[in-house]
C-alpha cells in the first residue's frame, strides 16, 4: 500500500528557510488522482493545512502561508516538497505530507486525505 | 474561510458507553455534485491523524463500525457506539468543499474513564 516518509531538518534557524521532503512508496505522485498536501500541527495544538500540489504542478496554498511557502513535485524521484521561507517560533511544528483524493477532470472539489506520513518534527531556533 | 466549530473540546467516556462529537461548519458543505465534502480524523497519541469518515457518513477502510458519521448542510456528528480503550485520541472533522484553505475543526479530546 502507499506509503508517505517526511524528510530533512530537524533545526531551523529563525529567518531561514525550512525545507521539507515528502517521499511516496507503493504509488506514484504522476497519478491523476490525487493531490500531495503538506499538513502541520504545533505543539498541543490542532492540524493546519499549509497546501498542495497536483501532479501536473498546479498548487493550493493556504493564504495565511501563502507569501511564504513553495510546494513543488519531483516525479522522477516520486517526491514532493516544501519550502517554507522567512521561518520564526510560529513556524515550530510537527509537519505532516498527506495523499488526497482528487479528479481535477470532474470539476468537483479535492476529497479527504487519506495516507498520511508519519510525520517530522520541526524547531525553529537558532 | 469556512469555519469548524466542534463540541465539546474534550470528552471522558465509560468503556462501553456511547460518545458523540459535534461538527458545526460556517458554511453549507454540500457541492452541486451531490456530495458532502465532510471529513472525520483521529489522531491516536503520537501519531498521525487517521481517516475515519468520508463525505459524512462512509468510514474508511478498516473503520470499524462502531464508528459512524451523520449529518447534513452545516451539522455533523460522530459516534462512537461503544467506546473502547483504542478509541482515545483527539477527533477531527475538515471541510475541503471551499479552499483555500482547507480547514480542521478545533479538536475534541476523548479520553477513557
Known amino acids: 500500500q502507499v506509503q508517505l516518509q517526511e524528510s530533512g531538518p530537524g533545526l531551523v534557524k529563525p529567518s531561514e528557510t525550512l525545507s521539507l521532503t515528502c517521499t511516496v512508496s507503493?504509488?506514484?505522485?504522476?497519478?491523476?488522482?490525487?493531490?500531495w498536501s503538506w499538513i502541520r500541527q504545533p505543539p498541543g495544538k490542532g492540524l493546519e493545512w499549509i497546501g498542495y500540489i497536483y501532479y501536473s504542478g498546479s498548487t493550493n496554498y493556504n493564504p495565511s502561508l501563502k507569501s511564504r511557502v513553495t510546494i513543488s513535485v519531483d516525479t522522477s524521484k516520486n517526491q514532493f516538497s516544501l519550502k517554507l521561507s522567512s521561518v520564526t517560533a510560529a513556524d515550530t511544528a510537527v509537519y505532516y505530507c498527506a495523499r488526497g483524493h482528487y479528479d481535477i477532470l470532474t470539476g468537483s472539489p479535492p476529497g479527504g486525505m487519506d495516507v498520511w506520513g508519519q510525520g517530522t518534527t520541526v524547531t525553529v531556533s537558532s | 474561510d469556512i469555519v469548524m466549530t466542534q463540541t465539546p473540546l474534550s470528552l471522558s467516556v465509560t468503556p462501553g458507553q456511547p460518545a458523540s462529537i459535534s461538527c458545526k461548519s460556517s458554511?453549507?458543505?454540500?457541492?452541486?455534485?451531490?456530495?458532502?465534502?465532510l471529513y472525520w480524523y483521529l489522531q491516536k497519541p503520537g501519531q498521525s491523524p487517521q481517516l475515519l469518515i468520508y463525505e459524512v457518513s462512509n468510514r474508511f477502510s478498516g473503520v470499524p463500525d462502531r464508528f459512524s458519521g451523520s449529518g447534513s448542510g452545516t451539522d455533523f456528528t460522530l459516534k462512537i457506539s461503544r467506546v473502547e480503550a483504542e478509541d482515545v485520541g483527539v477527533y477531527y472533522c475538515?471541510?475541503?468543499?471551499?479552499?483555500?484553505?482547507?480547514?480542521f475543526g478545533g479538536g475534541t479530546k476523548v479520553e477513557i474513564k
Open positions: 475538515m471541510q475541503s468543499i471551499q479552499l483555500p484553505p482547507l480547514t
Open positions: 507503493g504509488g506514484s505522485v504522476s497519478s491523476g488522482s490525487y493531490y
Open positions: 458554511q453549507s458543505l454540500l457541492h452541486s455534485d451531490g456530495k458532502t465534502y
